[in-house]
């Protein structure tokens, strides 16, 4: 069964550092969503793109989140820098155009000490 | 402004009892409905979605859930749950705002007791 592979699965930075995220959505799935799910709470979306164009990103804190698809394939969620607060799963999914459902990646558990 | 509920922070059953989780949402119109189970540490798996049509819809690993307009409400259900089912639940609601924009629950946490 196809998956959405996403990189690192555990990462720890430092507060104000820089830290990036990968994510790899279904093949031929063009669009394709990062979340961020806070513990003990629903997935909050960030971005969403389709191909390599971002729909939505009014939820994305933009003075230290960056998002790109360069190629309208895989995907680069930035932060920089982190804070305290940036402690979350980070979660990637892809769907076919429309939406009939999400896959989703595995996720990132971002610690920010 | 829309909105998912899930009203149960938690739930705790017996294996082989029923289960009923909650959902309601707030909308204008008639939604695309979701429900996710995540299992500790790992992404949403969707177990089923309501789109049109049938009211009761069969998903996964034996839930199903029923859409009910009146009520605003996507309860999942299982007639006999196991062990294995334990895990948090997202019902989510996919709204047509030009684009799909999908709204998730804040999440039922499921315990099943031996």
């Known amino acids: 069964e196809a998956e959405v592979a996403q990189s690192p699965r555990y990462k720890i930075t430092e507060k104000s550092q820089a830290v990036a995220f990968w994510c790899d959505p279904i093949?031929?799935?063009?669009?394709l969503y990062w979340y961020r799910q806070i513990l003990g709470q629903g997935p909050e979306l960030l971005v969403q793109f389709q191909d390599e164009s971002v729909v939505d990103d009014s939820q994305l804190p933009k003075d230290r989140f960056s998002a790109e698809r360069l190629k309208g394939v895989d995907s680069t969620l930035k932060i920089q820098p982190a804070e305290l607060g940036d402690s979350a799963m980070y979660l990637c999914?892809?769907?076919?155009?429309?939406?009939?459902?999400?896959?989703f990646g595995s996720g990132t558990r971002l610690t920010v000490v | 402004a829309q909105s998912v509920t899930q009203p149960d922070i938690h739930i705790t059953v017996s294996e082989g009892a029923s289960l009923e989780l909650r959902c309601n949402y707030s909308?204008?119109?008639?939604?695309?409905l979701f429900w996710y189970v995540q299992s500790p540490g790992q992404g949403l798996q969707l177990l089923l979605k309501y789109f049109s049509g049938d009211t009761l819809v069969q998903g996964i690993k034996g839930f199903e859930a029923e859409f009910k307009r009146s009520q605003s409400s996507f309860n999942l259900r299982k007639p006999s749950v196991h062990w294995s089912d334990a895990a948090e639940y997202f019902c989510a609601v996919a709204l047509n705002t030009g684009g799909f924009k999908t709204i998730f629950g804040a999440g039922t946490r499921l315990f099943v007791k031996a």
């Open positions: 909308y204008g119109a008639t939604p695309y």
């Open positions: 999914a892809s769907s076919l155009r429309g939406n009939y459902g999400y896959t």
């Open positions: 093949s031929g799935h063009a669009t």
